[in-house]
Nanobody, 115 residues
């Protein structure tokens, strides 16, 4: 059974940084993509960053140059380093792992950026 557990969210002032972690428990031998999504208050969930099998990454235009997605294979953990945070980055952030058979989601972690 695969579970994703996010951590690292919190309250930060504009211009600050946070690093989100997504610990993946259970066995995932191959994945198609590991991604971070976010859902701002009153808005739809949106893709923030993705790590494609093979190492290629992609980012939403709104976070390019500020956010970095990475993976520690040994720890089975995916990270989202967020720098120069803005109030509009306030959202619940979700980790997602897509395999050929399943689409796994974490429970989300709240990020609040004050101005």
């Amino acid at each position: 059974q695969v579970q994703l557990v996010e951590s690292g969210g919190g309250l930060v002032q504009a211009g600050g940084s946070l690093r989100l972690s997504c610990a993946v428990s259970g066995s995932i031998l191959f994945f198609n993509a590991m991604r971070w999504y976010r859902q701002p208050p009153g808005k739809q969930r949106e893709l923030v960053a993705g790590l494609i099998s093979g190492g290629r990454t992609n980012y939403a235009d709104s976070v390019k140059g500020r956010f970095t997605i990475s993976r520690d294979h040994a720890k089975n953990t995916v990270y989202l380093q967020m720098n120069n945070l803005k109030p509009e980055d306030t959202a619940v952030y979700y980790c997602n792992v897509l395999t050929s058979r399943n689409d796994y989601w974490g429970q989300g972690t709240q990020v609040t950026v004050s101005s």
